[in-house]
């Protein structure tokens, strides 16, 4: 369970001139020697993997703050993160430091449920920087709903799961934000499936111009749009061993 308060302008402000004064940012997730980098999976500890600094929990809700967004689950050899449905949209990533070309595999199991739009509600999330060496960074608001913390990013990625199967593997160019179409298919909803796929290659594809060397994934999570059929505690997808590897 996460619960997310939302501080008071003042507060927030008080705070960054204390981060600013003192040099401090925020924490993020180092790669480890083996050349893997963990972003949820069952050798975390099962009390609340997701109650530490390196998470981020943004969402555009303005009142009622105490919310439940997501639910950790399992023994340790079975740990799994069941995203939670919500009337409004909501952000939950981890703050990463990863060379892209040091380690280009991602790897999840995933388990969707039934779902009645073209694309599911919910997808994988991931920020980049470094490959655009004369290009100005986004910042927070192209795609935050308050002022989280986020990692400074110039690209971002969805991966998603389309209502149609016959489009895996394919890239959707819709909106400002690319989108990569990892399963699909109604006929495979409420099944777990192992996904691997290549982060740098669907990189290249992407923004062929921008310098592979200089690239790092900054924040790697969940994007969940709102719901106007929202029920109490609706599981609305379940992870489990999300890892980047090389």
Request: hydrophobic share 40%; charged share 20%.
């Amino acid at each position: 369970m996460i619960d997310k308060i939302v501080p008071n302008y003042n507060c927030f402000l008080l705070i960054a001139i204390i981060l600013i004064s003192t040099g401090c940012t925020f924490p993020k997730t180092q790669v480890t020697p083996e050349g893997k980098l963990d972003i949820f999976r069952s050798s975390l500890s099962p009390k609340n993997p997701l109650l530490n600094s390196e998470w981020l929990l943004d969402t555009g809700k303005q009142n009622n703050f105490f919310h439940e967004f997501a639910q950790t689950v399992g023994q340790v050899k079975n740990l799994k993160l069941n995203l939670l449905n919500q009337k409004d949209p909501y952000i939950l990533i981890k703050r990463i430091d990863a060379n892209l070309l040091a380690t280009p595999f991602l790897s999840w199991n995933w388990r969707i449920p039934i779902f009645e739009s073209m694309d599911h509600p919910v997808c994988i999330l991931v920020g980049f920087y470094g490959g655009q060496s004369n290009s100005k960074f986004w910042n927070d608001k192209f795609i935050a709903y308050s002022h989280a913390g986020y990692p400074t990013y110039d690209r971002v990625l969805k991966i998603i799961w389309h209502r149609n199967a016959l489009l895996r593997g394919t890239l959707r160019f819709n909106d400002q934000i690319p989108e990569y179409v990892a399963r699909g298919g109604l006929e495979n909803v409420d099944m777990w499936h192992l996904e691997n796929i290549n982060l740098a290659s669907v990189y290249r594809k992407i923004w062929p111009n921008d310098s592979m060397e200089n690239t790092h994934i900054v924040f790697l999570g969940f994007w969940v749009r709102g719901s106007k059929s929202y029920r109490k505690k609706e599981i609305i997808s379940s992870f489990s061993n999300i890892v980047l590897s090389k």
